[in-house]
């Protein structure tokens, strides 16, 4: 049996995971908050703090901490632009504050931009970027707020008289040099300067935002006399600014560029050009010419690709602006002035074009900055010309392409410029490549910038794009259309005018009245919001009397108005007879598409098997030397390996690994603790087998818990076991009305349906139109194979079938590898069963993905047909079809062939 009290986490680390949790600490936050929680403990938080044995400590758990560089302790934490360095501010001082070691926190920032930032970020609980949301201590208590402008009020000295108050200063530098008088002056009310009162705290500590733009500074010196107990600084590039950068020597965690990207926390980064371009061909006036309309191309693909997302999503609209790098003040100006006059796109961009720099100095001024920051809420900029790189403090996440101008493949490359469009609009990447991409038009350096990336040491690995006709990114005009049904158009009135059109390419109908066409909107969007739910018949409902009067009824009190209603603009009967005509018209021009939910019919129990671990002899780490062993730890601490010398022990030495296997998911220590302590016994007695002292079983068992975790729990899942489970499959909708569909289009690139387009790859960039079965007047394909097949049960050959569409986002709500929605090609209704297909190229039928895809569409056909009945009686069933069947001879008995329930 297990110990009555085995492994327990210290109050402390409960709350280190409380905090991480409650603030949704991405994986770097956490770990540098896991360090923070580390040196907390070697901290003497009542007494004087030995300094130089404290940097002893540190340094032999932490090698790359070779000095504190203050008078105090101080130690830089570096995480890559884009990823969370205020969130992790947050989280540094929750903890702090939650486990009694501080109350008293001082900010400071480099410049009036960020402090604005960081008191709206830490004071204001309604905005979306507030610090402490999460957090129900200081829900109800928050933290006192006190900054370089209301010091003087004494709300801080107030606070500090009320228990349990966490009091927060934010400062910047120049604000503490400007009032260094008054700030260090005598007050009456303390007996003392605040600076004097501030300095007198022992529990105060420092955090250091941007840390790097006042390292080197005289003027933070003034600050640093306040000798916190603590100093943490925050950065993304650990090095002074200035002509001779030095390297700071006190970082102790760091998270760079490449492994944000990596693990998905930023944008991607790519770099476009001309195919086959040639720089000299061209000179330095054509060349910027170039690039900044290649630019403006890339950035209005980016503008349909964000609105379409958008759209197809239901999230909030982003509107991205491009950024372009100029040399200096003059070259910004005259740039200005090309973007904006007649020669540029027609003057398309008139207004739009907005021009910052920096001043003599090369330092931004307030004025510019809140100018930048504002461009993410500001709809109305497409282009933004600054002079050289930009500084912290700019927290945009709509740049999505950057044109620098006459800079060098070194320069293009670094955070300075990637870095400030490399957040994401939405917080996370969405797997929409164009919203999840930053792109970097590089013409005259495109194969420097490759050579640079391509380096051992560079921090990214960069996309490639090419930009003109028969390249990723082409030139023409595109824009996001919303197509209804054709039915829907009719009584709506909608037509889309394509370039060219002739008259005879239009439906001669009447156009409906705007009083006809509000009722229509009304209509259609009770059935879909209302009867789609409670119409248990289906679609065959709408076209009963009884159902089209209760929806003309709805429809009437709906629009009961202060102006009247339709009524008094149109008779009773009209409403009720085109109520009728539009029930009728979903019903005949929709597929019978259900909502289905599955949910497990009880609750589900698991567990592991008992067994005994095998191939122990696997297990061989050695003991390392001290110094090696703690080089190599990042979330073992120093004084759990000196545990010999000093500070507390584990009681047993399987503690060490199974604190490890309680980080798996699948793993309940309540009620799995005997099977735990038997297997960490087993690796354990394996350890003692062939290590010499008991010494150092406990160092293996320490430096290697982790993997020796991870080598039973492999074994563990051969065992795992789990109540069989029924799961139950429920109706929610027994049909979905047919929504307008999304579509990223060039107006002036369209083909019948059974045309081709020349070359086959460009395929994905045309409309298609002449659709007879489909009720949509226009569809996109991603390939040719995907339009014959369209063509193919659109002809008259397959007569058996009577409709088909493309599903648009949200038609099916079918789920595969752990939620993502799987959005199946084609839905095809035919005389006696309905198809769900799916046309890929043969190479990807055994596609790992393609193959979840299919499962998932099987188990949603099998649940549909439970419900068959109740509706239009049809039978659901799945075809998967390879590129290479699509072809003349394809007969429909060929195609239900390759079908399955």
């Known amino acids: 049996m297990a110990e009555a009290n085995p492994i327990m986490l210290t109050p402390n680390q409960r709350i280190r995971r409380q905090v991480a949790q409650r603030l949704s600490l991405r994986k770097p936050q956490e770990e540098a908050l896991t360090i923070l929680a580390d040196i907390a403990d070697r901290i003497d938080w009542r007494g004087e703090v030995d300094t130089q044995a404290l940097l002893a400590d540190i340094a032999a758990s932490f090698p790359s901490v070779e000095i504190f ?358 917080g996370a990447r969405t797997g929409n490549e164009m919203v999840d991409t930053l792109t970097i038009i590089a013409h005259d350096r495109f194969d420097e910038v490759i050579r640079e990336a391509r380096k051992p040491d560079s921090v990214i690995a960069m996309k490639t794009l090419t930009i003109g006709e028969g390249g990723d990114i082409t030139p023409e005009h595109r824009e996001v259309v919303s197509v209804p049904t054709a039915a829907e158009a009719i009584f709506t009135g909608w037509q889309l005018d394509l370039p060219g059109q002739v008259a005879e390419e239009r439906a001669a109908y009447v156009p409906p009245t705007p009083e006809q066409v509000a009722c ?66 979903i019903a005949d021009n929709s597929i019978e598409i259900p909502e289905i939910v599955v949910l497990p019919s009880r609750e589900v129990n698991f567990w592991f098997d008992d067994f005994d671990l095998a191939n122990l002899e696997a297990i061989r780490f050695q003991a390392s030397s001290d110094t090696i062993l703690i080089r190599n730890l990042r979330t073992d601490t120093q004084r759990e390996l000196a545990r010999s010398q000093d500070g507390p022990r584990e009681t047993r030495v399987e503690n060490y690994i199974i604190r490890h296997l309680m980080d798996f998911p699948e793993v309940d220590y309540d009620s799995q603790a005997d099977l735990l302590y038997k297997l960490a016994g087993q690796a354990v007695e394996r350890l003692r087998s062939y290590l010499a002292t008991e010494e150092e079983v406990e160092a293996v068992a320490l430096e290697q818990g982790k993997k020796i975790a991870a080598i039973i729990f492999g074994q563990m899942r051969d065992h795992y076991r789990e109540t069989p489970v029924e799961y139950r499959a429920r109706r929610v909708r027994s049909f979905k009305a047919l929504k307008p569909q999304q579509l990223g289009v060039s107006l002036t690139k369209r083909l019948p349906l059974t045309e081709a387009a020349t070359p086959l790859s460009s395929t994905p960039s045309y409309l298609f139109y002449g659709s007879k079965k489909c009720p949509y007047q226009f569809q996109k394909f991603d390939s040719d194979p995907e339009r014959r097949f369209a063509a193919m049960i659109d002809s008259d050959r397959m007569p058996m079938v009577l409709k088909w569409l493309r599903p648009a986002s949200g038609q099916f709500d079918i789920e595969y590898d752990r939620g993502r929605r799987y959005e199946p090609d084609f839905v095809v209704e035919c005389d006696d069963c309905k198809l769900i297909v799916e046309v890929k190229a043969e190479r990807e039928l055994s596609d790992p993905v393609v193959l979840e895809k299919q499962r998932a569409a099987k188990a949603w056909v099998k649940n549909a047909n439970e419900f068959a009945a109740d509706g239009d009686g049809k039978l659901w069933l799945y075809v998967l079809l390879a590129d290479t069947h699509v072809t003349e001879s394809l007969t429909f008995a060929g195609l239900l062939a390759h079908a399955s329930e």
């Open 69 to 426: 560089e203050r008078a105090f302790p101080s130690l830089c934490f570096v995480l890559a632009t884009g990823v969370g360095k205020t969130r992790l501010m947050g989280a540094f001082i929750t903890y702090l504050y939650l486990t009694g070691r501080s109350k008293n926190f001082f900010l400071l920032a480099p410049n009036t931009t960020i402090y604005d930032k960081l008191v709206e970020d830490f004071s204001r609980q309604s905005s979306p970027k507030y610090v402490f949301r999460g957090v129900a201590e200081f829900a109800q208590t928050p933290p006192i707020i006190v900054t370089g402008d209301t010091w003087d009020e004494g709300r801080g000295i107030r606070g500090s008289q009320l228990i349990g108050d966490a009091i927060i200063n934010i400062f910047n530098v120049d604000k503490i040099n400007k009032e260094k008088g008054r700030i260090r002056s005598f007050r009456e009310t303390l007996g003392e300067s605040y600076f004097d009162y501030l300095a007198g705290l022992d529990d105060l500590v420092m955090l250091m935002d941007e840390a790097h733009r006042y390292r080197a500074k005289a003027a933070a010196n003034a600050v640093y006399d306040l000798k916190p107990k603590l100093g943490l600084e925050l950065t993304a590039t650990p090095k002074t600014v200035g002509a001779s950068p030095k390297d700071f020597r006190n970082v102790i965690y760091q998270y760079g560029l490449g492994q944000a990207m990596a693990d998905g926390y930023v944008k991607e980064p790519a770099v476009a050009t001309r195919e086959n371009f040639r720089r000299a061909d061209y000179d330095d006036a054509q060349l910027e010419r170039i690039m900044l309309e290649d630019g403006v191309t890339y950035h209005e693909q980016v503008k349909v690709e964000l609105e379409l997302y958008a759209r197809q999503s239901g999230r909030q609209s982003v509107h991205p602006f491009m950024l372009v790098v100029a040399r200096d003040t003059s070259h910004a100006k005259d740039l200005h002035s090309y973007l904006a006059s007649d020669d540029f796109f027609n003057a398309a961009y008139r207004g739009r074009v907005i021009e910052v720099h920096s001043n003599q100095t090369g330092e931004e001024s307030n004025e510019a900055m809140a100018r930048l920051v504002s461009l993410e809420h500001d709809a109305q900029t497409d282009i933004v010309i600054h002079v050289n790189k930009l500084k912290e403090g700019w927290d945009v996440t709509n740049l999505y392409t950057i044109v620098p101008l006459r800079a060098s493949a070194s320069e293009i490359l670094t955070e300075q410029t990637l870095g400030r469009g490399l957040r994401l609009p939405y």
């Open 520 to 585: 229509a909107d009304t209509t259609m969007q009770f059935i879909r919001d209302k009867y789609e739910r409670s119409l248990s018949g289906g679609l065959a409902d709408l076209r009963k009397p009884e159902v089209q009067a209760q929806i003309a009824r709805d429809v009437r009190q709906a629009t009961q108005a202060a102006q009247g209603s339709f009524e008094t603009i149109l008779p009773e009967a009209d409403v009720e007879q085109l109520v009728a005509q539009i029930a009728i018209a």
